[in-house]
């Protein structure tokens, strides 16, 4: 009788021993979901989640892009940023002689520039084919390291916006190279007038041309566009360190500058000083300053509100970080 009752109970003890091991197995598992629930408030409360970590794991960097870099950076954006600092340290730092001899050479290797296009104007009649030859001027100012007043218009102001400089100091730098990229032009137009007198027509015309459009929307906006174009510009040439590639934006924008006549201080002075020089400009030096004050306006609105500040909101992580260590 033993025999027969104990494999009746044998099973009830196993199922019983079953029993016991799968509850003890949902235990476990709802202990390790309610820790993974625990692990991710306390991760939500820290500001961080499960993704940023594995993020952080990948070697990516993180933060909010606004003063920490972005989960995912931008390696050119952030490259381009510190060349434009770097370099617009060093323009600034500048002494007196430099700055003055490096204006003038940016006013004379723009003027052959202008002779290009008043000669095939004159020869061509188009303003289009003229703008493509004025482009020698820009490849001169590319090659031979001189520099426009408008051409610091980025670079020397991200330095400054980057706390590698000063107001004060950015304000001597516009003023100087304006100065001196005036004086170099006004030089070379009169070259180009006592060389060339069958250019007397062509010039006259070109000058007057600027001189004409007055205070009002129209020449405003052509100003604007001329210093969002030069300033566009500055900024492809320093997204390499290639010098071949840095000619390519300046024979397409110093093209589209000349052969738009777009509204450019130093471009059309120089081409309202070749009209005056001859003698027969319908218009005066007084009629030139109030041009040139209100192309130069125009300009800084284009070239660093519609192209400065919006590239350097595009790296607040690296101004912020910039400002941080020499703030």
């Known amino acids: ?55 952080s794991e990948s070697g990516y960097r993180h933060g909010d892009g606004l003063t920490r870099p972005p989960v995912e950076p931008e390696p050119d954006l952030e490259d381009a940023f510190d060349r434009l600092v770097d370099e617009g340290s060093g323009r600034l730092a500048r002494p007196w002689s430099t700055l003055v001899v490096t204006g003038l050479l940016g006013g004379i290797d723009v003027g052959t520039g202008v002779l290009a296009y008043l000669l095939v104007k004159e020869a061509s009649g188009s303003a289009i084919l003229a703008g493509l030859a004025f482009s020698i001027g820009f490849v001169a100012l590319v090659l ?43 030089g070379i137009a009169w070259l180009i007038m006592q060389a060339f007198p069958r250019l007397y027509p062509t010039a006259v015309e070109s000058g007057t041309h600027f001189a004409d459009l007055g205070m009002n929307l129209h020449s405003f906006s052509l100003a604007v566009l001329a210093g ?10 320093h997204a390499t360190d290639s010098l ?49 004050g209100w192309a130069i306006l125009g300009n800084l609105v284009g070239g660093i509100g519609l192209v400065t500040f919006l590239r350097l909101a595009r790296v607040p992580h690296r101004l912020a970080e910039e400002r941080g260590r020499h703030g």
């Open 244 to 292: 071949g590639v840095r000619l390519v934006p300046a024979v397409l924008f110093g093209a589209l500058l000349a052969g738009g006549q777009l509204f450019h201080s130093v471009l059309d002075s120089i081409l309202m000083f070749a009209a005056l020089i001859t003698g027969r400009a319908p218009f005066g030096y007084l009629d030139w300053l109030a041009a040139l």
């Open 228 to 237: 969002m174009v030069i300033t566009l510009m500055t900024r492809m040439q």
């Open 144 to 186: 031979a390291r001189s520099e426009l007043f408008t051409e610091n218009f980025l670079v020397p102001v991200a330095a400054v916006a980057a706390r590698h400089g000063s107001v004060g100091g950015l304000a001597r730098l516009w003023a100087v190279s304006l100065v001196a990229n005036l004086a170099g032009g006004w």
């Open 1 to 55: 009788m033993t025999f027969l009752f104990r494999p009746a109970r044998w099973p009830v003890f196993s199922g019983t021993t079953a029993g016991h091991r799968v509850a003890a197995e949902n235990a476990a598992r709802s202990v390790a979901a309610a820790a993974g629930s625990a692990r991710g408030v306390a991760a939500a409360a820290r500001g961080h989640d499960v993704s940023v970590s594995e993020s």
